[in-house]
């Protein structure tokens, strides 16, 4: 629907921030650089028909429960969709992976969350994915081989997760930490007690931030 790209009458930078960092004032990042990149990602999806290809975003922490699947899954899967992001394993051998990427391209797919990714990360098939405008494979079953746009935004996250030098060129890492609790998952002070609920009760208004804040650049 084009009323939600359309930028709020006379939104100007402030009321954009403000909302921004209200939408994810319940996430722990660990630094502001952390905090601003999450928002380069929100910021992807809508720009990529433009700009080509795009880096993955990596939401890491030190620790499991402090909030990654769900700033994915929520905060960037209902802004977009209007429901949550589904989460995918990515296969662990590299022929698996192949098939796996061209059935997703085959879909249709624009997003894609990989979750709980390895401590030790290293895919010749996903880096090539993350530098191509275009792939080209064989679908299951067939022996066709159709060059397929590649269109996805990836968004991927794992605890303590090292990449290899080849993805790491291609990353763009979002940390979150939440210090001095040994159990994240049991927090109780949020500001809003359901992100998804309330990313999906805003949507309106990030979709149209998110415009003013292109618009505005």
Same mark, same amino acid.
């Given at each position: 629907?084009?009323?939600?790209?359309?930028?709020?009458?006379? $939104?100007?930078?402030?009321?954009?921030?403000?909302? $921004?960092?209200?939408?994810?004032?319940?996430?722990?990042?660990?630094?502001?650089?952390?905090?601003?990149?999450?928002?380069?990602?929100?910021?992807?999806? $809508?720009?990529?028909?433009?700009?080509?290809?795009?880096?993955?975003?990596?939401?890491?922490?030190?620790?499991?429960?402090?909030?990654?699947?769900?700033?994915?899954?929520?905060?960037?899967?209902?802004?977009?969709?209007?429901?949550?992001?589904?989460?995918?394993?990515?296969?662990?051998?590299?022929?698996?992976?192949?098939?796996? $990427?061209?059935?997703?391209?085959?879909?249709?797919?624009?997003?894609?969350?990989?979750?709980?990714?390895?401590?030790?990360?290293?895919?010749?098939?996903?880096?090539?994915?993350?530098?191509?405008?275009?792939?080209?494979?064989?679908?299951?079953?067939?022996?066709?081989?159709?060059?397929?746009?590649?269109?996805?935004?990836?968004?991927?996250?794992?605890?303590?997760?090292?990449?290899?030098?080849?993805?790491?060129?291609?990353?763009?890492?979002?940390?979150?930490?939440?210090?001095?609790?040994?159990?994240?998952?049991?927090?109780?002070?949020?500001?809003?007690?359901?992100?998804?609920?309330?990313?999906?009760?805003?949507?309106?208004?990030?979709?149209?931030?998110?415009?003013?804040?292109?618009?505005?650049?």
């Amino acid at each position: 629907c084009a009323a939600y790209w359309q930028p709020f009458e006379g $939104m100007d930078p402030e009321a954009i921030r403000a909302h $921004m960092l209200d939408l994810v004032r319940d996430f722990p990042f660990e630094d502001d650089a952390s905090r601003d990149n999450f928002f380069g990602l929100l910021l992807t999806p $809508m720009l990529r028909p433009l700009v080509g290809k795009v880096p993955l975003h990596l939401v890491t922490s030190p620790q499991a429960g402090t909030g990654k699947s769900r700033l994915i899954e929520d905060t960037l899967g209902c802004t977009y969709r209007g429901k949550p992001l589904p989460s995918n394993a990515l296969p662990e051998r590299q022929e698996e992976r192949e098939k796996w $990427m061209i059935a997703l391209l085959l879909s249709g797919a624009t997003l894609l969350h990989l979750d709980n990714l390895p401590p030790d990360l290293d895919s010749c098939g996903l880096s090539s994915l993350l530098t191509s405008d275009e792939q080209q494979g064989r679908v299951l079953g067939t022996s066709a081989m159709p060059e397929l746009a590649n269109t996805l935004t990836i968004a991927a996250s794992g605890n303590n997760t090292h990449l290899s030098s080849e993805l790491t060129r291609r990353t763009i890492v979002v940390r979150l930490n939440w210090r001095g609790q040994c159990r994240p998952e049991d927090r109780s002070d949020f500001a809003h007690p359901s992100t998804r609920d309330y990313a999906l009760a805003q949507r309106r208004r990030t979709l149209a931030c998110l415009a003013g804040a292109v618009a505005v650049w």
